[in-house]
T-cell receptor, first 115, second 110 residues
Framework: GAVVSQHPSWVICKSGTSVKIECRSL??????MFWYRQFPKQSLMLMAT?????????EQGVEKDKFLINHASLTLSTLTVTSAHPEDSSFYIC???????????FGEGSRLTVL | DAKTTQPNSMESNEEEPVHLPCNHS???????IHWYRQLPSQGPEYVIH???SNVNNRMASLAIAEDRKSSTLILHRATLRDAAVYYC???????????FGKGTRLSVIA
């Protein structure tokens, strides 16, 4: 199947710093990518929908100025956690919709730990 | 709101079949039923999907009730690698993102 790659797989940062997570569709074009957050023992919670070339649509309760999403090309979306705090520590997962077929594929996730 | 209901957890012995139920009593005629699973520390992976008829693929089978208000994911021979959280998801329309409920945590006992 299609491959969605996230980088980094895990990251540890100090409180107050910013962290960028990349989501790439390796062998297909993705007009839409979705970002999820998952806390331990909980389900995935949708954070935002990212469409190539336009502003992301954020879910209620997700601060757009804190979680900056950029979808500059058909194969890359980035999530930047600005001024990270320990409560932002979580597993961040992206999914990408195949432009040609509408299928959805998920990345392997990025684990963020903020000290 | 995922609009599906699943048991929190289930347990199976290795090499035995597993039937994972899902209730979606408010489903509309155009909603597809998708199943994804999430292994520990990984992103979800697609398992199977269907609309009205039962479906089979190399991973599993999906049995959909005649009234479409429930479905069952069937793993024919559970292995230790099948231990995961299984999510039953209604696809409301082709343009909406997947909304995950709590899923069923499947434990497989050797």
């Amino acid at each position: 199947g299609a491959v969605v790659s996230q980088h980094p797989s895990w990251v540890i940062c100090k409180s107050g710093t910013s962290v960028k997570i990349e989501c790439r569709s390796l062998d297909f074009q993705a007009t839409t990518m979705f970002w999820y957050r998952q806390f331990p023992k909980q389900s995935l919670m949708l954070m935002a929908t990212s469409n190539e070339g336009s502003k992301a649509t954020y879910e209620q309760g997700v601060e757009k100025d804190k979680f900056l999403i950029n979808h500059a090309s058909l194969t890359l979306s980035t999530l930047t956690v600005t001024s990270a705090h320990p409560e932002d520590s979580s597993f961040y997962i992206c999914s990408a919709k195949v432009r040609a077929t509408g299928e959805l594929f998920f990345g392997e996730g990025s684990r963020l730990t903020v000290l | 709101d995922a609009k599906t209901t699943q048991p929190n957890s289930m347990e199976s012995n290795e090499e035995e079949p597993v039937h994972l139920p899902c209730n979606h009593s408010t489903i509309s005629g155009t909603d597809y039923i998708h199943w994804y699973r999430q292994l520990p520390s990984q992103g979800p992976e697609y398992v199977i999907h269907g609309l009205t008829s039962n479906v089979n693929n190399r991973m599993a089978s999906l049995a959909i009730a005649e009234d479409r208000k429930s479905s069952t994911l069937i793993l024919h021979r559970a292995t230790l690698r099948d231990a995961a959280v299984y999510y039953c998801i209604r696809i409301i329309s082709g343009n909406t993102p997947l909304v995950f409920g709590k899923g069923t945590r499947l434990s497989v006992i050797a």
